[in-house]
């Protein structure tokens, strides 16, 4: 489990190589997150490394890390037929996914019942 501020380190990154597309370097990391020092980046980077969230494939070169896609799940909320309208919902269970794919706000998944979607 991430802590807020190793969460916090790891999603400002995605979002820099998203927006750049390439890795920021300790420098940009460090004035970007208000941290006081390269000390303090090493030391987020390398508790995000030991557990499996990104990874540093050329060492200690600049711009070298890449964020390792980690599972995910979203709450499944229930069941619905396909072309017919829902009532409520209850938590039956979680669906495993990479968290890529759904970002960081609110999402739930849905099981549809039927082959009316099918093409």
Known sequence: MLTNKQKQVYE????????HGVAPSYEEIRTG???KSLNT???HLRRLEAGGWLRSPWGNRKRAL?????PGSLLLLGEVQ???PIESFEVQEEVP???????SDN????RVRGDSMVG
């Open 66 to 70: 890449e964020l390792i896609a980690r």
């Open 97 to 103: 996914l990479p968290s890529a794919l759904f970002g």
């Open 107 to 110: 999402h739930f998944a849905l």
């Open 41 to 43: 980046v090493s030391y």
């Open 33 to 35: 997150l208000g941290l």
């Open 82 to 84: 396909a072309g017919h």
């Open 12 to 19: 400002w990154i995605g979002r820099f190589i998203n927006r």
